[in-house]
């Protein structure tokens, strides 16, 4: 069964701080991944994805992600954390293939941007 | 092009009543996902449908059903409402499957029983 575990429940930065957001996943192979962005009473935004080929990936917001198969992670970072950037963030794994059709999710990081 | 609509966006209903919620996907969009989100659980799957077939289930009781329609519309009932239903109720819809591609997901329906 797959599997997403984020570790940082809740990350504070300062504006223009450096960011990196952990994710680990548990999968036989290597699956699909995703980091998705949620703002308070939104639904969910993807920021980037990895499907396969080069193991950093840019996405949306400024925002990048490397897949280390080594070490079962991709870890989401961004060079500097504007204010607009605090919001709930999520790693989610897909199935290669997409055979069983669903996203497991990660327990979710809340990021907090101070001034 | 319009995005992922969600009907509606808040409901308040009562124990033991029953509730049907819906989604509308994007143009062209065939897979519709259900996912279930409290502050305790995190995003959790409940069903996915394409062309109007359920091709996955998650661990939900009973209570818990969906269907698509040929429109890909979709909706998804819960009956007998329990105190624990309270959550987000969020849908993706993508192009052949959340897991493989692009998952644009609506605002939600925020249900809460009392």
């Known amino acids: 069964a797959q599997s997403v575990t984020q570790p940082d429940i809740h990350i504070t930065v300062s504006e223009g701080a450096s960011l990196e957001l952990r994710c680990n996943y548990s999968y036989g192979a290597t699956p699909y991944l995703f980091w998705y962005v949620q703002s308070p009473g939104q639904g969910l935004q993807l920021l980037l994805k990895y499907f396969s080929g080069d193991t950093l990936v840019q996405g949306i917001k400024g925002f990048e992600a490397e897949f280390k198969r080594s070490q079962s992670s991709f870890n989401l970072r961004k060079p500097s954390v504007h204010w607009s950037d605090a919001a709930e963030y999520f790693c989610?794994?897909?199935?290669?293939?997409?055979?069983?059709?669903?996203?497991?999710f990660g327990k979710g990081t809340l990021l907090t941007v101070n001034p | 092009k319009a995005g992922v609509t969600q009907t509606p966006r808040y409901l308040i209903k009562t124990r033991g009543q029953q509730v049907t919620l819906s989604c509308s996907p994007i143009s062209g969009h065939r897979s519709v996902s259900w996912y279930q989100q409290t502050p305790g659980q995190g995003l959790q799957f409940l069903f996915e449908y394409f062309s109007e077939t359920q091709r996955n289930k998650g661990n939900f009781p009973g209570r818990f059903s969906g269907r698509q329609f040929s429109n890909s519309r979709s909706e998804m009932n819960v009956s007998t409402l329990e105190l624990g239903d309270s959550a987000l109720y969020l849908c993706?819809?993508?192009?052949?499957?959340?897991?493989?591609?692009?998952?644009?997901f609506g605002q939600g329906t925020r249900l809460t029983v009392v």
């Open positions: 989610a794994v897909g199935a290669r293939g997409g055979s069983n059709y669903k996203l497991t």
């Open positions: 993706a819809s993508s192009l052949v499957a959340v897991s493989s591609t692009e998952a644009f």
